[in-house]
T-cell receptor, first 114, second 114 residues
């Protein structure tokens, strides 16, 4: 059973549209991470989020991306104006307990930009 | 910046045999963590095993064990008594102590042949 859940499992959108990907932890995690995996490639770090603030972001995470914690239990990744190259699997991850280093991944959202 | 290299894009082995997946990494850090994640066709990222760099003893989890050679910056994964369910992509990952992001290798596609 995954530590976190993600919705939707698959999102299809038109280029230029905004998408919001959601991540819900089973327990109340303060640390959250987003990763991206373009089909056939390795998993890449996007952003880490701690206690309602971005703690680190990669060069992939440009102004088109944003992360929020709209309420106490959800984390979101928003892409404002999707491009074809945003098509990928998007994973959120979290440690099982605060102060631990091992990240457990959600099942992922497959984003397809047409 | 840290880099992780997996030099075997694909491997295959007969069921019940033992297989070793290689991983090397480059870092100037002394304290860090290493992980192996498994990604089956469902594309879920599943933690297989973790190793703390300050521990000399190699980690083991049932049929999975690692050969951690810190001086050589090598972190191989051995799967004993391989099973059909082990068929998946396997990713090696690195995390610095105190820095939360995971840096992944390009993966090894492992196929277990019945």
């Amino acid at each position: 059973e995954p530590e976190v859940t993600q919705t939707p499992s698959h999102q299809v959108t038109q280029m230029g549209q905004e998408v919001i990907l959601r991540c819900v932890p089973i327990s109340n995690h303060l640390y959250f991470y987003w990763y991206r995996q373009i089909l056939g490639q390795k998993v890449e770090f996007l952003v880490s989020f701690y206690n309602n603030e971005i703690s680190e972001k990669s060069e992939i995470f440009d102004d088109q991306f944003s992360v929020e914690r709209p309420d106490g239990s959800n984390f979101t990744l928003k892409i404002r104006s999707t491009k074809l190259e945003d098509s990928a699997m998007y994973f959120c991850a979290s440690p099982r307990a605060e102060g631990t280093d091992t990240q457990y991944f959600g099942p992922g959202t497959r984003l397809t930009v047409l | 910046a840290q880099t992780v290299t997996q030099s075997q894009p694909e491997m295959s082995v007969q069921e019940a045999e033992t297989v070793t997946l290689s991983c090397t990494y480059d870092t100037s850090e002394n304290n860090y963590y290493l992980f192996w994640y498994k990604q089956p066709p469902s594309r879920q990222m599943i933690l297989v095993i973790r190793q703390e760099a300050y521990k000399q003893q190699n980690a083991t989890e049932n049929r999975f064990s690692v050969n951690f050679q810190k001086a050589a910056k090598s972190f191989s994964l051995k799967i004993s008594d391989s099973q059909l369910g082990d068929t998946a992509m396997y990713f090696c990952a690195f995390m610095s102590f105190g820095n939360e992001k995971l840096t992944f290798g390009t993966g090894t596609r492992l196929t277990i042949i019945p």
